[in-house]
């Protein structure tokens, strides 16, 4: 494939890994490596987390709960990207990894369990803030012990990274201090805008602190590995936007399977396909030509940044907002006393139903023009039309409302990949001929080795 035949060796450029790290519990990775078990597990932990913050925020369905919600996911994100940059790295299964991934996966566990106990604590157990801020506290310095640990050779990044620790301690204390102090020196909705301030500067220390990337010694190491990663991600949250569709409450078991419940898992489905195909169809293989195709270590490190640890953040939430829409959704047409198209779905369920939608797509519109330096002009029509739909399905019952939800984002999806025919096409074939040559040398290398 041209231009790939011999990517640049970025990991000999960058003094993070040595060359044997292997002999001191951590392997270095490689410009071809891909994800390994030990991610993917911990990737589990995310499917759990995604489904408490969705049960949680749908228990409080208002603004601060909805902001809560975002808040909360933004810091979830910010402990995965920490780990996708270190399996990027090192490899995650080898050496002494394991044992402190196994950690970091316990206490990111705990951290999803903790996570409606977050903002405010239940009496008759742990308090629930503190318990949250010491798992993220956890998550962080695990995943900061490992780039210490890469980086002890070299005393420059060595130094950096320690500041670059800094963060980590800072927002934990912020975290915690929102869960102690408000509530002693305010009452009522003081309280409640004490505390979201806190988590927001919590959220500003970390995210703040990811801009400064230049000397830490950091650079994608494998391309492949970091969209890899990240596309995992995407299929995560649109999982926990089926699961949500089909995990009722516990009720639904009871009622009978009708019409109206068929109907809904269907259009359902349509919804997260049309939202599969905008981002894996083309764009999420023509974000990683263009990784690729970067060849400076810091140019590449900024542009990974960017487009992946920043901008699929509000892809992530475009999707756990649709989610959170059609939470309940189904067991409302099982039961017997709905009417047979359902009832307009509340103000909240609506606005985060095509909220989400119209968020994802904003998202993808901006990584298109960022990455493939393309305008999407019919998603823009899309997000459009989703907005002047609102109004419109606020009024109609909620089968038809979500039904005109998976109509708009099909015809946005269609014609936007109709107008990137050409383009789809290149970069659908390059991504063709790549997967060829990668089997033509493992068949190759196990025919001789094996």
């Given amino acids: 494939m041209p231009g790939m035949r011999h990517p640049p ?38 499917v759990f987390a995604f489904l408490h913050v969705t049960t949680a925020t749908a228990g409080n369905p208002t603004a601060r709960g909805l902001v809560q919600c975002l808040v909360l996911l933004a810091l979830l994100w910010w402990c995965w990207s920490g780990f996708a940059l270190l399996g990027n790295l090192i490899r995650t299964d080898q050496g002494i990894v394991p044992a402190v991934g196994f950690v970091t996966i316990a206490a990111a566990f705990v951290l999803a369990l903790s996570l409606p106990k977050a903002f405010v604590d239940r009496p008759g157990g742990l308090f629930g803030p503190l318990v949250f801020a010491t798992c993220y506290f956890l998550v962080r310095v695990s995943e900061i012990v490992i780039f210490l640990w890469i980086g002890r050779r070299n005393r420059d990044v060595r130094q950096r990274w320690r500041v670059l620790a800094l963060p980590a301690v800072v927002a934990t204390a912020l975290i915690v201090v929102a869960g102690l102090l408000p509530q002693r020196l305010f009452d009522g909705t003081a309280e409640s805008v004490a505390r979201l301030l806190c988590w927001l500067a919590a959220l500003g220390v970390e995210y703040g602190a990811g801009l400064t990337l230049r000397g830490t010694g950091w650079t994608v190491l494998s391309a492949g590995h970091w969209a890899e990663r990240h596309g995992q991600i995407v299929l995560i949250a649109l999982g926990e936007a089926i699961i949500a569709l089909g995990f009722s409450p516990s009720e639904t078991v009871g009622l009978p399977l009708t019409w109206p419940v068929l109907i809904a898992a269907v259009l359902g489905i349509a919804v997260a396909a049309a939202m599969w195909w905008a981002y894996f169809d083309t764009l999420a293989l023509g974000m990683e030509q263009t990784l690729h195709r970067t060849r400076d270590p810091d140019a590449r490190a900024i542009l990974a940044r960017n487009a992946y640890s920043y901008l699929h953040l509000p892809v992530i939430a475009g999707v756990i907002l649709f ?32 909220g989400g939608v119209a968020l994802y797509l904003l998202a993808l519109i901006v990584l298109g023009r960022r990455m493939l330096g393309a305008p999407r002009w019919p998603t823009i029509g899309g997000i459009l039309l989703l907005i002047a739909l609102v109004p419109v399905a606020g009024t109609l019952p909620e089968l038809i409302a979500l039904a005109m939800l998976a109509l708009a984002a099909a015809v946005a999806v269609a014609a936007q990949t109709v107008v990137d025919s050409r383009r789809r096409a290149g970069v659908r074939q390059m991504a063709l001929e790549e997967q060829f040559a990668a089997e033509e040398e493992q068949t190759r290398w196990r025919g001789h080795h094996l």
Avoid: M
Wanted: hydrophobic residues 35%; glycine residues 12%.
């Fill in 9 to 46: 060796q970025l990991g000999c450029q960058t003094p993070l890994v040595g060359q044997d790290s292997g002999t001191r519990g951590v392997r270095r990775s490689a410009p071809g490596s891909r994800a390994t078990p030990l991610e993917l597990f911990y990737d589990l932990v995310f």
């Fill in 323 to 354: 989610a959170l829409g059609l939470k309940g959704l189904i067991h409302e047409g099982a039961d017997p006393t709905t009417p047979s198209w359902g009832v307009p779905l509340p103000n909240f369920d609506l606005l985060a139903l095509y």
